[in-house]
């Protein structure tokens, strides 16, 4: 055996091993792109001609007459694969450049994408009749079989590869991606003018110079795969650097395997001075020599490598803390949910509080508990304090989580419950900060409202007196009295409103109003007594229905009156002439349900956090403090209050309020 097959045996083994390498890579470390997939498609392209050429290679070296069978096989697979080659090489530089925001036209991408697969349906049958023949082929040379169209079709390929690189060169973000590009946009203006002398000058081309040049594309060809996993390993290059232990594994895999194959072919090369069991004796025994240097030198790697992630994590769950500080438990949540997926670059990251989690494994069917819950390698449990915090759910962008990627997510489960604790604890605080702000502000009214009501509520009394006495004198005349009647009404009107203020501001203690109990049926009816009248005065219908008879509850009258009255009022205020109000009450699982709805606009979206506030209105002669009564008097007692806006055609509001019944003994 000559030089050239030597190192034909070499490079087809070689390249077979590294395109198999980059295929698991790909299939291990995949994001949802076309880029990703169109790379594992130009590998399996280049593993079919690397295969393909060493089978058919080292049939010639073990039979004096390879068999047909062997022959064909070996060349359907080399010939696939140099069909494969020229599109895909065209399609992972678009896609590349789609990657790199440098492709303006989808649709132009698109229309060139499908030109550079237009030729594989004329291979395709061109080549079937020639294989299914069983002709020989020259396997030194094989692009020449596929004729000079085929010449022509990679020639034009490799010649955009070369555009585009120049074109990534200069646009690339640093030094090393700039180096890179450019070198590799050499590559292909080489790889273009061999493929030209090779198909187009066959003539003026002697057998052994084209074997020479087939022989050199063929290696060359490995050398950007071999470039492409240093950067890999040493700068994360395509972001595939993250799965760094995946890299290492797969890579002593292969190099075991290549020095397998070496020891192999050593073996039948030495055949006539020892056995090949001698020489794979010796050649693996000399294995063990190198072996703890590599040991170190891959123990350095992988120490540095877990530094590395240590220090990154470190980092990010000191962000984790800074952003617990802020006192917001969804927010961290989220947080931690986007830096985690960003730094560890995931596809999705999940963070489902404990609750959440058990009500899902709950609602599991019996059935299905063994194989769901039995062990999920992407859920990471988040423990602390002997309780389970909650669950992280991992969705990588590849096939598998890769051991850095996996030791680094547990060291953040490890730590997030103190974060989350963290961020549960200042909540707190500044809730009971919230509040204690409340009361103090609710107490300032209370002073103000005690201020009003001395100095205003007796002068006010006094001034309505005077006036109903003046309106009882037969003598007054009509203009006087109609002006005296306005300003009785202002007075009520004002009186109305200090009542509100007052109610508001005094401090409610549960039956300290009253008995503590009362008969809601009877309340609710003198409310619509009283308020039918200003109903019918505004031209509306005020109906009353209650499913029952009479309905103990478990608040006093008085405070029972004041829910009742505001949200009446609140009704009758927004209902339109000609409209109807409705007061239902209805006995459920022991609590008494009390509807207030009415036929109005409606509360409108950007106001619904706002309607029970204190002094929040949007009526111009309101207080705005209706609502806040309604909401004070209901938790007084231990009651709940909901809404619904709108009811029905885009209009309409419906309060519910619940109240406890009275115990029966």
Known sequence: MGPLLYLRLIGYTIGTLLQLFWMVVILGYRRRRNFERV??????????????????????????????????????????????????????????????????????????????????????????????????????????????????????ATLVSFWWQDRFCGEAPDVRQKTFHKQLA????????????????????????????????????????????????????????????LVYAVTVTF???????????????????????????????????????????????????????????QKLMAEIQQEARQGDVARLVNFIERRIKEQLELREVRLVPAEEENSRVAGLRLGERPAALAFDPREFPIVGGGKGEGVLHIEPHGAIISGDTRAALEFLCEQLPGALDLCRLIEEKLRLERELAERERLALVGQLAASISHNLKNPLGSMKTILQVQLENPELPDAIRGETKMVLEDIGRLSNKLNQLLKFSRPGVRGGNGTGRCDAAAVIEEVAGVLSHEAERRGLKLKVAISGGKAQVAISAEALNDIVSNLVVNAVEATPRGGEVKVSALRENGSLRVLVEDDGPGIPAALREKILQPFFTTKSQGTGLGLAIVARRVAEFGGKVDWESPVRVGRGTRFKVTLPMEETK
């Open 39 to 156: 790379f594992f498609l130009l590998c399996l392209a280049l593993f079919l001609f690397y295969s393909g050429s060493l089978l058919a290679l080292n049939a010639q070296i073990h039979y004096a007459i390879p068999p047909v069978g062997v022959q064909v096989f070996a060349a359907t697979l080399l010939l696939a694969g140099l069909c494969l080659v020229p599109p895909t090489l065209v399609h992972l530089h678009l896609e590349y450049a789609g990657t790199r925001n440098l492709v303006q036209r989808p649709n132009g991408k698109r229309m060139i994408v499908a030109a550079a697969y237009v030729p594989l349906a004329y291979f395709g049958g061109h080549l079937y009749p020639l294989l299914a023949s069983g002709a020989k082929f020259d396997l030194l040379v094989p692009g020449r079989v596929l004729g000079l169209v085929y010449g022509v079709w990679l020639a034009a």
């Open 186 to 245: 050499r590559f292909f203006l080489l790889v273009s003018v061999l493929v030209l002398i090779l198909h187009i000058f066959q003539k003026e081309v002697s057998a052994s110079a084209a074997a020479e040049i087939s022989t050199t594309l063929a290696i060359a060809a490995i050398i950007p795969f071999a470039v492409m996993l240093w950067l890999v390993l040493k700068f994360n290059f395509l972001n595939i650097g993250r799965q760094k232990n």
């Open 255 to 313: 190099l075991a395997l290549l020095y397998l194959s070496l020891v192999r072919r050593v073996g039948v090369w030495l055949e006539p001075v020892l056995p090949p069991e001698a020489t794979a004796a010796i050649l693996l025994f000399l294995l063990v020599v190198v072996i703890e240097p590599l040991q170190r030198v891959l123990g350095r790697s992988l120490k540095e490598t877990a530094q590395l992630e240590m220090d990154r994590v």
